[in-house]
């Protein structure tokens, strides 16, 4: 199973819209609505933003919303506070209980 | 609030096994599933498979003839051991808890290098 595409880094403005895409395939991705994000500040443990696809865990920010096309799934971040710099990954259901990541996306705010 | 805490060895030599163990506090360990994930130094990170609190287990397979976990509800951990490992297998390793999920709750993670 390979590795979900990741754009290596986007950045932003603080107050501008940032949106980080997940290309998958229609074996994982497009197959089930079980697409998570999760954000990793340096040297601390990955955070989950988004759980199947659009839901945010409760205390995560509004500003973080999650979606879906076909193949690939999105994490889009409004309203960019400096806060918000750090590693973002998606992870994705695969079939034959198999979980996927993605390559890993660096935010940068401006 | 759940809290997950990795321990072992942080230094395993090649051809050995990795034994990690998850504790578990302020929650139960039944009736979750309990992942384990490492993150390479490179950053990009592996689900490792996954064990439920009835000691079901599934692995990926790539790991698979390798990797062994098991749960002991009586002292709340879950057991991860990974053997014949190589400098690859050099990684930040965490265990993870599954409510909504995937990967809702995470330890700290534990730095473990395969080095002679």
């Known amino acids: 199973q390979s590795a979900l595409t990741q754009p290596a880094s986007v950045s932003g403005s603080p107050g501008q819209s940032i949106t980080i895409s997940c290309i998958g395939t229609s074996s994982d991705v497009g197959s089930y609505n079980l697409v998570a994000w999760y954000q990793q500040h340096p040297g601390k443990a990955p955070k989950m933003m988004i759980y199947e696809v659009t839901k945010r865990p409760s205390g995560v920010s509004n500003r973080f919303s999650g979606s879906k096309s076909g193949n690939t799934a999105s994490l889009t971040i409004s309203g960019l506070q400096a806060e918000d710099e750090a590693d973002y990954y998606c992870a994705s259901y695969a079939g034959s209980i198999i979980y996927v990541f993605g390559t890993g996306t660096k935010v940068t705010v401006l | 609030q759940v809290q997950l805490q990795e321990s072992g060895p942080g230094l395993v030599k090649p051809s050995g096994t990795l034994s990690l163990t998850c504790g578990v506090s302020g929650g139960p360990i039944n009736g979750y599933y309990w992942s384990w994930i490492r993150q390479f130094p490179g950053k990009g990170l592996e689900w490792i498979g996954y064990?439920?609190?009835?000691?079901?287990?599934h692995y990926t397979p790539s790991l698979k003839s390798r990797v062994t976990m098991s749960v002991d509800t009586s002292k709340n951990e879950v057991s991860l051991i990974l053997t014949s490992v190589s400098a690859a297998d050099t990684a930040i390793y965490y265990c993870?808890?599954?409510?909504?999920?995937?990967?809702?709750?995470w330890g700290q993670g534990t730095l473990v290098t395969v080095s002679s």
């Open positions: 064990i439920y609190s009835s000691g079901t287990a």
């Open positions: 993870a808890r599954d409510v909504t999920g995937p990967f809702d709750n």
